[in-house]
């Protein structure tokens, strides 16, 4: 019999196995095998599948109403995610704008700040600056804003680059990121970018408080988010925090942002936001910027499936599981676990480099050198090797490229925040002998450096 000819396209034409069914941190393909979730998807189903719960809450509200557009009813789901929003991100910031995604989150944000600076007779302010490497979307807003090389060269002439800064990568660098003094000369990067564009042509700052897929993770240093939070204010910069992916719990509180008791001006979320129930996502805005932009005419933005009562209603429910389950607790306690038992397989193998991260937002990255980061050779291809070799065991994890997506290879290690004690054991066994055969295939030793 002939195979079957996907009429889908996506990235590539790497075929998956059919999905059958998923619950809790599994899943089952259609043969019937097994994967333990260890990257939650693409760091989304933060509650895990098929939660009982949420798809009862999603059942009612499709019994009443799946779609009522937001220029003609206001609905109870979309207004009670909205406060329970408000109430979950820093006072002021309590203008919930809904999307469908990420990418539509970014860039919401960065025109909510332009309409802003419009508004209030600062025209010449547009340049967003961000940080390389970074990921902030795929459409070509977001992708102006994105530094990872491989996604953003074909488009370059389509889209207008904006200025990148160093993410604040202490560990390559080899600087002390427990010292507050890395954080202020990471930070100060900003400030010189700002007065070289002229601070009267800088709209905005964007950060992923706790790294995402393009970093590893990346933890930002002692004293860091504040430095950034001060330069912004020196300069009327506005801060934009992109918590697509550490918001909405998986860092061990609700925002990344939170472990530094730092504010931005507007909050992009989504992935476990919705955590996968509902294509959903939030630019959360302080009111000082979104009420001169309504007073000026009204914000020239806007999706068809913003607002949607079905995603809003998923949403409220995957909160309420949230805080009834205190899963944000199990993600510290649980990522405190799993991040030791990754640091122990440092012990195992010698190209593990660093592991790093936040609760379960978590990261280790692969290198030649441990002394040097050296990364290892780009045609061993580490980062789709070692992915392929834990699927075969069952387990699922998320890799990319370290170094700007040009070499360098990192992983990203997030299981649902329902994971357990067992769960981490799980995922221990299947990456070590994914790791033991990754060794064994590029002919190094996985010997104990002791
Ligand atoms: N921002 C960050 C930090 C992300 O990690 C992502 C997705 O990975 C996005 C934005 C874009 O989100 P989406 O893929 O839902 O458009």
């Known amino acids: 019999m002939s195979e079957h000819v996907s009429h889908l396209f996506y990235q590539t034409r790497a075929r998956r196995p059919v999905l059958a069914e998923a619950r809790g941190v599994y899943l089952w393909d259609v043969e019937g095998k097994r994967y333990l979730d260890g990257s939650s998807g693409a760091m989304v189903s933060n509650i895990g599948h098929s939660n009982p719960r949420v798809l009862e809450a999603m059942r009612r509200q499709m019994e009443k109403s799946t779609f009522g557009y937001r220029l003609h009813f206001e609905t109870e789901a979309s207004e009670a995610l909205a406060t329970r929003t408000a109430e979950l991100t820093p006072p002021g910031l309590d203008k919930v704008f809904f999307v469908s995604g990420g990418s539509e989150a970014v860039e919401s944000a960065i025109k909510l700040a332009r309409q802003y600076a419009v508004a209030v007779g600062q025209a010449s302010r547009w340049k967003v600056i961000s940080r390389t490497p970074s990921y902030h979307g795929s459409t070509l807003g977001a992708l102006a804003l994105t530094g990872y090389a491989p996604l953003t060269e074909p488009f370059l002439p389509m889209m207008r680059e904006m200025p990148k800064i160093p993410a604040p990568r202490a560990y390559l660098d080899g600087l002390d990121a427990d010292d507050p003094a890395t954080g202020v000369h990471y930070a100060a990067m900003l400030e010189e970018r700002i007065l070289r564009e002229g601070p009267d042509t800088v709209l905005a700052f964007i950060v992923e408080p706790v790294g995402g897929a393009s970093t590893g993770a990346l933890v930002p240093p002692a004293g860091y988010m504040k430095a950034v939070r001060d330069i912004c204010d020196r300069h009327g910069v506005l801060l934009i925090h992109d918590e697509v992916m550490s918001g909405g719990g998986r860092t061990g509180r609700f925002l990344g942002a939170d472990h530094w008791d730092v504010a931005p001006d507007i909050i992009a979320l989504s992935k476990g936001f919705g955590a996968g129930y509902a294509p959903l996502g939030a630019m959360v805005a302080h009111e000082r910027l979104v009420g001169p932009v309504l007073d000026a005419g009204g914000f020239q933005h806007?999706?068809?499936?913003?607002?949607?009562?079905?995603?809003?209603?998923?949403?409220?429910?995957?909160?309420?599981?949230?805080?009834?389950?205190?899963?944000?607790?199990?993600?510290?306690?649980?990522?405190?676990?799993?991040?030791?038992?990754?640091?122990?397989?440092?012990?195992?193998?010698?190209?593990?480099?660093?592991?790093?991260?936040?609760?379960?937002?978590?990261?280790?990255?692969?290198?030649?050198?441990?002394?040097?980061?050296?990364?290892?050779?780009?045609?061993?291809?580490?980062?789709?090797?070692?992915?392929?070799?834990?699927?075969?065991?069952?387990?699922?994890?998320?890799?990319?490229?370290?170094?700007?997506?040009?070499?360098?290879?990192?992983?990203?290690?997030?299981?649902?925040?329902?994971?357990?004690?067992?769960?981490?054991?799980?995922?221990?066994?299947?990456?070590?002998?994914?790791?033991?055969?990754?060794?064994?295939?590029?002919?190094s030793t996985a010997t104990s450096l002791a």
């Open 302 to 443: 806007g999706y068809t499936y913003a607002g949607n009562p079905l995603a809003c209603a998923a949403g409220l429910a995957v909160l309420d599981e949230i805080q009834v389950e205190g899963l944000m607790d199990n993600a510290a306690r649980i990522g405190a676990l799993l991040k030791s038992r990754l640091a122990d397989l440092m012990q195992r193998f010698t190209f593990i480099g660093d592991v790093r991260g936040k609760g379960l937002l978590l990261a280790f990255e692969l290198v030649a050198d441990r002394k040097t980061m050296r990364p290892l050779p780009r045609e061993l291809n580490a980062h789709v090797e070692l992915v392929e070799l834990a699927y075969a065991e069952g387990l699922i994890i998320y890799s990319r490229r370290s170094r700007e997506g040009r070499e360098g290879d990192h992983f990203l290690v997030c299981p649902p925040m329902i994971a357990t004690e067992t769960h981490v054991e799980e995922i221990i066994d299947m990456l070590g002998n994914a790791l033991d055969r990754f060794a064994k295939r590029v002919g």
